[in-house]
């Protein structure tokens, strides 16, 4: 049972232009979203989190949205950079204790 | 401060056999989860330790068991290896105080069933 849904398995734009990443969540009791992007040969790297009590957060390019109604988070990332190309994981939790992940979206910005 | 390392970083078993993996947390951390990622999969949770104790468990059979030490380092045993295990072990470190809190990866033991 997959709680935590990125239903785009990838995703490819320019150099500059803005990417968005979405993630739909199922369990209503998640209230801390993050964000991790994950190079080949590496273990995922935290990017960028969100509280259940806000609806953005932003830490520099990189701007997390939530939408509670709609059990929704997507991540934009402007102006996008080769660099940025990985694969990036959305996860949820309700407890601190027990992360939900889903299955990843591999970006591709293309120079 | 050093991230989470684990060990070792490549592993080649056979069918049958058992293996055990190694992670070290962030110093301070008190909290261990580890995760198997398969492609197409994402990363799928198997546990969590807590001051030693299990606190949380995933949907796996028992061939997969875990453990914590008192220096909060933890090790990853799987029995009876099969094909299907085959897969990128991630842990996983975090604070564990109460709230949100952040996971923070070692770059994985990636494991290979002959």
């Known amino acids: 049972d997959q709680q935590v849904k990125q239903n785009s398995p990838s995703l490819s734009v320019q150099e500059g232009r803005i990417s968005i990443l979405n993630c739909d969540y199922t369990?209503?009791?998640?209230?801390?979203f993050l964000w991790y992007k994950k190079y080949p040969a590496e273990g995922p790297t935290f990017l960028i989190s969100?509280?259940?009590?806000?609806d953005k957060n932003e830490d520099g390019r990189f701007t997390v949205f939530l939408n509670k109604s709609a059990k929704h988070l997507s991540l934009h990332i402007v102006p996008s950079q080769p660099g940025d190309s990985a694969v990036y994981f959305c996860?949820?939790?309700?407890?601190?204790?027990?992360?939900?992940f889903g299955t990843g979206t591999s970006l591709t910005v293309i120079p | 401060k050093a991230g989470v390392t684990q060990t070792p970083r490549y592993l080649i078993k056979t069918r049958g056999q058992q293996v055990t993996l190694s992670c070290s947390p962030i110093?301070?951390?008190?909290?261990v989860s580890w995760y198997q990622q398969t492609p197409g999969q994402g990363l799928q949770f198997l546990f969590e330790?807590?001051?030693?104790?299990?606190?949380n468990k995933g949907n796996f059979p028992g061939r997969f068991s875990g453990r914590q030490f008192s220096n909060s380092r933890s090790e990853m045993n799987v029995s009876t290896l099969e094909l299907g295990d085959s897969a990128l072990y991630l842990c996983?470190?975090?604070?564990?105080?109460?709230?949100?809190?952040?996971?923070?990866f070692g770059p994985g033991t990636r494991l290979l069933v002959l």
């Open positions: 996983a470190s975090s604070l564990a105080r109460d709230g949100q809190e952040t996971q923070y």
């Open positions: 996860a949820a939790t309700n407890t601190g204790n027990q992360f939900y």
């Open positions: 969100i509280s259940s009590i806000k």
């Open positions: 110093s301070g951390h008190r909290s």
């Open positions: 369990n209503s009791m998640f209230d801390y």
């Open positions: 330790y807590f001051s030693e104790t299990q606190r």
